[in-house]
């Protein structure tokens, strides 16, 4: 495969439905204890959703973010019986590519990078191992979308057209 854009592109819109709707544990590393943080409010949201939401953060392991248990890591989740499908990542796109190998031996089936996060190389090692990838995203801002939870202070309104019918 010597073209590049097929490791580039992300799944598509309805590939993105699907994964919110089929898997529900998400792995958010990198998730702040910070409530004014991006990743705070992303854990929030998908907890009010449904989600099972597993906090990856070795600043604070051992400690609770949102009630969860955080761990330093994958692997420390994995051990500790948590299950994980999607493992959503906010951190700098150089410190990406090392995310791949443990999802991987998790047992992870999607490697998400966060809104703003894109590294194409850890997409095709993803790919390569088997991972569906997506970059550029934001999980809440996709399920949003999907599900008419678009509002501008970010709550779910239910109103998913902005024009009455």
């Known amino acids: 495969m010597g073209d590049s854009t097929a490791y580039s592109a992300t799944p598509d819109m309805y590939e993105r439905l699907k994964l919110l709707k089929q898997y529900r544990h998400v792995a958010i590393v990198g ?3 910070d409530p004014y943080r ?3 409010f ?3 949201y998908l907890q009010a959703e449904g989600y099972d939401i597993i906090p990856i953060n070795p600043r604070y392991a051992g400690k609770t973010i949102l009630g969860k248990r955080v761990y330093a890591s994958l692997k420390e989740a994995r051990a500790a019986g948590e299950q994980i499908e999607i493992v959503d990542i906010f951190r700098k796109a150089a410190d990406t590519p090392p995310f791949v190998a443990e999802a991987v031996e998790i047992g992870a089936k999607v490697l998400w990078l966060q809104l703003g996060v894109r590294n194409d190389e850890t997409g095709r090692l993803a790919r390569e191992a088997g991972l569906i990838f997506v970059q550029d995203r934001c999980v809440k801002m996709e399920h949003a979308r ?3 939870g678009l509002h501008t202070i970010g709550l779910n309104t239910g109103v998913i057209l902005s024009r009455k019918l």
Request: net charge neutral.
């Open 38 to 40: 991006p990743s705070h």
């Open 146 to 148: 999907f599900f008419g």
């Open 31 to 33: 998730l702040s204890a």
């Open 42 to 44: 992303v854990a929030i």
